[in-house]
């Protein structure tokens, strides 16, 4: 199944925006931001839409249908791969995971005005942070909504039905993104990654299994969690580099799955 990450409203009205992730804890796998939007709240009311986490996989993609084949529903979605949400959080210019979701968060609302070309009676969004700090954020960022038309609080997706949808919305993507993930990697000893959270032994034995000391680990791992770091700490303790003339001094071999043992002087200089 193929997840669009757009689809804009066949209805005439204002709108209403809920809005949710997925996979902001896990250390493997992308983080999913979902917009949902609608014309109709009451009819919203009435699909059957709950927090996503307490439904089946079977229902979620279910309900995921009925929202791609209602009129009245539309949704915006941003997959965050692990490689980008690393190479924010471990460049030069360290970006926080919190700054990170709410430029997603962003993102796709201004998707939303720029496509749907419609007015917002009120925007719904889930968030694990300072509540009052997000609704100010977004508040200062589109400048046309007003701040009681913005509502941030946590279990949101529990709360209003358009963030429940949104969480289905970024849920199923998610899983569809897992299920037909494409490792750059050649190495891949075995895809069974366990459920992806730091504290599940079957993905940190299997991220210690497939850790490169080269390269480090597959595209699917978040470098910057602290369950990655460990392990690479683990594994390859930092130690203070030692000066050297020339290349006759340097003695060893390249540790690396993606490469045959080549001596360090049989590489081409630069």
């Known amino acids: 199944m193929l997840c669009p990450l757009f689809q804009n409203v066949q209805t005439e009205g204002e709108i209403t925006i809920g809005i949710d992730e997925a996979g902001r804890g896990p250390v493997l796998g992308p983080m999913v931001y979902s917009a949902f939007f609608t014309t109709n709240t009451e009819i919203i009311s009435t699909m059957g839409f ?5 439904l089946s996989r079977t229902m979620r993609e279910k309900l995921f249908s009925d929202i791609k084949e209602s009129a009245v529903c539309g949704f915006s979605t941003r997959i965050l791969t692990p490689s980008y949400i ?57 400048k046309d909504i007003k701040l009681n038309q913005i509502t ?15 969480s289905i919305c970024a849920k199923v993507t998610r899983d569809t993104c897992l299920d037909n993930w494409i490792y750059e990697e050649r190495n891949i000893q075995t895809k069974q990654v366990g459920c992806g959270y730091p504290s599940d032994i079957d993905t940190i034995k299997w991220m ?11 595209n699917l791992v978040r470098f910057g969690w602290e ?44």
Request: glycine share 6%; net charge positive.
């Open 50 to 54: 709950h927090d996503s986490k307490i």
């Open 86 to 142: 690393s190479h924010l959080m471990c460049g030069p210019q360290k970006v926080s995971l919190n700054e990170i979701a709410f430029g997603a968060v962003r993102d796709i609302i201004h998707q939303i005005i720029r496509i749907s070309q419609r007015k917002i009676v009120h925007i719904y969004c889930d968030t694990v942070g300072p509540s009052g700090k997000y609704q100010m954020m977004i508040a200062n960022e589109f």
């Open 152 to 166: 941030v609080c946590p279990k949101a997706d529990g709360l209003y039905p358009v963030v429940s949808a949104a």
């Open 208 to 218: 210690k299994c497939q850790y490169d000391p080269l390269f480090g680990y597959p």
């Open 227 to 270: 369950t990655s770091k460990r392990i690479i700490e683990e594994k390859v303790p930092m130690k203070r580099p030692f000066p050297y003339q020339n290349k006759q001094d340097v003695v060893g071999v390249i540790q690396s799955k993606l490469f045959a043992n080549k001596g360090i002087t049989e590489l081409t200089e630069w």
